[in-house]
């Protein structure tokens, strides 16, 4: 597995005082900055401890010795890094891991991905370093841990591709965003079901109302512990997912857009709605309906 560079905890208010006192029991730097109660640095290692929640965030090359021989047992008063398979089991048992990617961006499709794994394919995701694709930056590491995930011996995965054609369609039909994935995510996990019909639990990130997607999936007439949860891109069949999701709406802007000048931009920037002016003014409105999701403001804005 990859050295831990980066580690994040939430804390209790009685938790980020006794950490504060403990950083300058042992002589490290203080300095201020934004948004955060204190920030500290000694060494290869700098922690950071936010005002949200509080939280602490601790990153730089000695982040694994500071989290076992500091943070565990003189603040936190437990044993979690390397305890995982211990502490939380469902993450390491059988199930699916479901995650979209697109869902924000006006240009291109949206796609949808799903994750079967087991004890040995979640040992294998985390050796290979799967995390939440949000926390990858680099569109070429994305590609390179997709390849690797799908390539894991006895992974099973889905992935559903809505180009804006049928995207635009079918939200036409849904009128709702939440009911749309709700369709894609019951899709996905059914598609898995049939590869892998054993399986009794699907964990998905928590929907805007979790009944949604419970009731798409009814009425396919599957029957699965469904868990919906926030931030459940820290399950590794979820990350991987959402892996393999990122990675092919990246690589559909990379040659989606090449016919009108090259690589179509991400989110909703203002580049982007330069870019989507462009394409309207020299190629007219039904190619830009079929690079992008016609429901955003943006269309609007730039068609006007």
Known sequence: MPALTTYTKALTSA???????????????FETKPYCLFAATKGKVNVLVYEKGPKVVV??????????NVLEPQVLKQAELGYEEVNHPEMFAEHIGVDESGKGDFFGPLVIAGVWVDTAIVHQ?????????????SDNKIAELARQITAIPGIAYDVIVLQPPKYNELYSKFKNLNRLLAWGHSTVIENLLGKRPGCARAVSDQFADPAVLERALKSRGRSI???????????????????IARDRFVNWLKYGGEYYGGELPKGVSSMVKDRARNIANEHGKDALRALSKTHFKTFAEVTS
């Open 15 to 29: 938790q980020a005082n006794d950490l504060k006192m403990v950083l300058a029991h042992e002589g490290w730097t």
């Open 59 to 68: 990153q730089g090359k000695d982040t694994e010795d500071f989290v076992l």
């Open 225 to 243: 512990e469904l868990v919906q949860r926030t931030k459940a891109e820290s399950d590794p069949a979820v990350a991987a997912a959402s892996i």
């Open 125 to 137: 995701l985390r050796e290979v370093g799967a995390v939440d694709s949000k926390k990858v930056t």
